[in-house]
């Protein structure tokens, strides 16, 4: 090996290990899942309780099958306040993540990002599902081809 290459080599070597160090060894970070209750109440489910993977993948596949979106201006302030008084699941990504639909657009699916979104499970507004971007002023509403009964069905089992 000629001596001008190796330096090349030790700094691709220690590239190496440290991307296996970050990607390998790290553990995957989780979105945060909040379950509210209509009189107030909210239950955190944390990452190590039983059922978090269970409800964060019905989250997940809800998101996934989002099918329609409503012609519905909301600010997240707005939103805010038509959550109180109803039952609904939050769950907050660490950073904002890039979820496929169904919807489609010029033969595309649409990608939505999102930082945050809400289940409605009970009120005006159950079914519906409301994402927010980190720093977004407007709220997206949209419909799944999913019905929302099994996560709420899941949400009772964890609070009781």
């Known amino acids: 090996m000629k ?20 990607f390998i060894c790290c553990p995957e970070v989780k979105p945060k899942i909040v379950i509210h209750e209509a009189d107030g ?6 990452q190590t309780e039983q059922g978090f993977d269970e409800i964060s993948k019905e989250c997940m596949d809800i998101l996934s099958s989002i099918d329609g979106q409503y012609k519905l201006a909301m600010s997240y302030n707005e939103l805010n306040g038509m959550k109180r008084g109803n039952k609904y699941i939050e769950i907050v990504f660490p950073d904002p993540v890039n979820i496929t639909t169904k919807i489609k657009t010029d033969g595309e699916y649409r990608v939505i990002r999102v930082k945050e979104a809400t ?42």
């Open 3 to 22: 001596k001008e290459l190796f330096p090349v080599f030790v700094i691709i070597a220690i590239t190496l290990l440290f991307v296996f160090i970050i």
């Open 41 to 46: 109440k909210s239950h955190k489910i944390l």
């Open 119 to 160: 289940f409605m499970l009970s009120g005006e507004y159950y079914g519906h599902i409301f994402t927010h971007e980190k720093n977004g002023r407007w709220v997206g509403v949209w419909s799944s081809e999913r019905d929302l009964n099994k996560l709420n069905e899941m949400a009772e089992s964890l609070i009781r």
